[in-house]
């Protein structure tokens, strides 16, 4: 597989769906589609045959790649893998039970193939303000790098250049590797804004929600889960500031850290609202009510 583009998809024991997303996309993915792109599926060795039974599927050799893990790497290991094994310039990770749209993923390719400025990272994920996600809607523009969460937290549609990507996941690696970290993009997505990469968001759709399975992942919506997280992405900052003394990278990641603590609130407030949704809104009204003071001017 020799592309410009490489669609990858990590999976793990969702052997039923990813079939779904497959046949869908060997039905859509006419020959036009296929020029200059191909899709690369990495199974995480998983336990219920997922391997075996997509090696028996009727798929083109030369657009569909399938390998697994010899030993089972994770989320995030096998998020590592994909990059790893990238055969192209630039990799766009998908989902196992989302769908692939050909003609997004073509516009993207064209994109790719033409832009003065070859970018690092490209985000079709937009999100309106009450946190909820779209695609295809806006103009081509930068992303600004207090934008590193939302650009890419919901992973379908993110695209990186794999070349740039291989290149710092050495020194990347030993700090995103955590059992609680469940964002490796948005780890790569920070890396890249604060280091000047030219990244950009971009209207095309080349994803769209398929079968919404849920996560698999323990707890990953609880209480609990988010403020693990919160904790991972904390540790992720400090320990970033630690390897560095360039003063315009450690104002960025002392400034995103900063934001980032910033959302402690919403974040313990999403997981509450999986626990008990009564509970949630008079934590939220106290929080927004605390935010609200701590902002006004102190009497003198």
């Known amino acids: 597989m020799t ?12 052997a039923q769906a990813l079939r779904g997303v497959l046949e869908q996309a060997n039905e859509h993915f006419k020959p036009e589609h296929r020029r200059d792109t191909g899709i690369l599926i990495l199974d995480d060795d998983s336990p219920d045959g997922t391997f075996d ?10 657009f569909f790649t399938i390998r697994k893990n010899a030993v089972r790497a994770g989320f995030c290991g096998n998020f590592l893998n994909l990059i790893r094994e990238c055969p192209s310039e630039y990799l766009l990770f998908s989902t196992d039970d989302d769908f692939l749209l050909a003609d997004g993923v073509r516009a993207l390719s064209d994109f790719l193939g033409s ?34 969460r939302n650009c890419c937290n919901h992973l379908p549609g993110v695209v990186f250049n794999a070349r740039l990507a291989k290149a710092v996941l050495a020194k990347i690696e030993p700090l995103i ?14 890396l890249f804004l604060a280091l000047n990469y030219h990244c950009v968001y971009h209207p095309a759709e080349p994803v769209a929600t398929g079968y919404n399975l849920p996560s698999g992942i323990s707890s990953y919506s609880s209480l609990g889960g988010r403020w693990s997280q919160f904790k ?5 900052f400090k320990q970033l500031r630690a390897r560095t ?28 609202l999986e626990e008990n949704t009564e509970l949630a809104r008079y934590y939220l009204k106290g929080a927004a009510q605390y935010v609200g003071e701590s902002q006004r001017p102190s009497a003198t």
Do not use: W
């Open 3 to 14: 592309n410009l583009l490489t669609i990858g998809i990590p999976s793990y024991k969702r």
């Open 53 to 62: 039974q997509l090696q028996q599927m009727q798929l083109d050799p030369s």
């Open 115 to 148: 832009a003065d400025v070859p970018p690092a990272m490209i985000s079709t994920v937009f999100r309106n303000e009450d946190g909820s996600i779209y695609r295809g809607a806006e103009q081509l523009r930068p992303i600004h790098p207090y934008e590193f």
């Open 177 to 190: 590797t955590a059992p609680n970290n469940y964002y490796p993009q948005a780890c790569f997505s920070f």
């Open 232 to 236: 991972f992405f904390d540790e992720f």
């Open 245 to 272: 003394d360039e003063a315009d990278l450690v104002d960025k990641i002392d400034t995103a850290l900063h934001e980032h603590r910033n959302s402690l609130f919403r974040t313990l407030g999403n997981g509450l």
